[in-house]
T-cell receptor, first 113, second 114 residues
Framework: SQKIEQNSEALNIQEGKTATLTCNYT??????LQWYRQDPGRGPVFLLL?????KEKRKERLKVTFDTTLKQSLFHITASQPADSATYLC????????????FGSGTRLQVQP | NAGVTQTPKFRILKIGQSMTLQCTQD?????MYWYRQDPGMGLKLIYY???????DKGEVPNGYNVSRSTTEDFPLRLELAAPSQTSVYFC?????????????FGPGTRLLVL
């Protein structure tokens, strides 16, 4: 079956370091992949979308890579700050029949000052 | 623009009761969605709508109903609430549909069924 996998263990890093989160998917070849941020008690907020022919995409301190051979996306936050602490979700348009996004369960990032 | 708004923010229901979760968006988006999120889990799609008068089932529709009489509103109805429906419910909308769609989420409704 099609599924998205994100590391369920929280990632703890020191302020100023680069955080790297992983999103793996199986049995599908999406043309686009998205990343969202979710703070406790709030709805997800869209961050970045990357296309299959864009190996890398940047937005300020954020960088996303998309390796369609490995079926993997990496999400990097450089010069991390405590304010970056949140859960980060990846999402793919996996179900062509339903025509809707499928979300991973997310990885919680904790940036220590 | 207020974006996507949801009411109530929190509700406790007894088993067998029913309620309607309200969702409104002021961005003139055609596409709207209802998700539930259980602790530590991803978002699961309950129902979605591609426009006024058109709705369709998502991944976990059992126990829920929706309607879409206007572009702005997409209420979710729970009939005969069960403890398994304890969750956080998010409404979302998007301006387009397809692989490039990005979704705008409401703040969520936390529901506890006892």
């Amino acid at each position: 079956s099609q599924k998205i996998e994100q590391n369920s263990e929280a990632l703890n890093i020191q302020e100023g370091k680069t955080a790297t989160l992983t999103c793996n998917y199986t049995n599908y070849s999406p043309a686009y992949l998205q990343w969202y941020r979710q703070d406790p008690g709030r709805g997800p907020v869209f961050l970045l979308l990357i296309r299959e022919n864009e190996k890398e995409k940047r937005k300020e301190r954020l960088k996303v890579t998309f390796d369609t051979t490995l079926k993997q996306s990496l999400f990097h936050i450089t010069a991390s700050q405590p304010a970056d602490s949140a859960t980060y979700l990846c999402a793919l348009y996996m179900d062509m029949g339903r025509r809707a996004l499928t979300f991973g369960s997310g990885t919680r990032l904790q940036v220590q000052p | 623009n207020a974006g996507v708004t949801q009411t109530p923010k929190f509700r406790i229901l007894k088993i067998g009761q029913s309620m309607t979760l309200q969702c409104t968006q002021d961005m003139n988006h055609n596409y709207m969605y209802w998700y539930r999120q259980d602790p530590g889990m991803g978002l699961k799609l309950i129902y979605y709508s591609v426009g006024a008068g058109i709705t369709d089932k998502g991944e976990v529709p059992n126990g829920y109903n929706v309607s879409r009489s206007t572009t702005e509103d997409f209420p979710l109805r729970l009939e005969l609430a069960a403890p398994s429906q304890t969750s956080v419910y998010f409404c979302a909308s998007s301006p387009t549909r397809g692989e490039q769609e990005t979704q705008y989420f409401g703040p969520g409704t936390r529901l506890l069924v006892l």
